[in-house]
């Protein structure tokens, strides 16, 4: 029953979450069409938009659409091109002082260091154990993952299919990854697989 209704609620933040990026983007269509139909006042240093308005204007817009990504997406390289713009921004349009251009410059520094040794291709979104006799198709519906499986697997002839596929030792901590998500030998009993992890993907 908690995993149902945990179920439920997470089915909820996706739908809030997808609202808010169609909104997001709905807004940030309505910006583009107000520049292009203001484009010709560039020129022009005293009405909207001269070269600074459309600069920090573009930046904004940018922005808004990494939101919009990171919305849907929930990737963690998504996080860091909204990061990355968004010091970007500040350094470019704001016209801060040197001191603050060197903080800016090492932020990013910092975050392109991050993504090269620090991101992970699969990255954990929330763990669940089941006995490995479960069905797996039953597991997809109760999560809402896409565990490949052929009719009547369980997730011990899924699991053991894949290891024994890909020579990967069993044991406590082998484990398989799939596209959205991946399964994880967390009990042995008796040299028999007795329970399963199933882990969750935010890609």
């Known amino acids: 029953m908690r995993q149902i209704i945990s179920r439920i609620l997470k089915q909820v933040a996706v739908i809030l ?28 240093l005293d009405v909207w938009p001269n070269y600074d308005d459309l600069l920090e204007t573009c930046f ?12 849907y997406s929930h990737a963690p390289s998504t996080v860091f091109e909204v990061l990355l713009f968004a010091i970007a921004r500040q350094i470019i349009v704001e016209h801060s002082s040197i001191f603050s251009s060197l903080i800016g410059v090492c932020a990013i520094a910092v975050l392109f260091a991050t993504r090269k040794f620090l991101f992970c291709e699969f990255d954990v979104s929330d763990e669940t154990i089941f006995r490995a006799t479960s069905k797996a198709k039953a597991v997809n519906k109760i999560l809402g993952i896409n565990i490949p499986y052929e009719s009547g697997d369980t997730l011990l002839d899924v699991l053991l299919r894949n290891l024994e596929n890909h020579d990967i030792e069993v044991g406590v901590g082998a484990c398989f990854y799939f596209n959205d998500c991946g399964l994880r030998v967390a009990k042995m009993r008796d040299g028999k697989i007795s329970r399963i992890q199933v882990i969750r993907s935010i890609h």
């Open 17 to 44: 979450e997808f609202t808010i990026a169609i909104m997001l983007a709905v807004g940030v269509i309505l910006l583009c069409l107000r520049m292009v139909g203001s484009i010709g006042n560039i020129p022009n």
């Open 60 to 71: 904004n817009l940018i922005i808004g659409v990494e939101l919009i990504r990171m919305m």
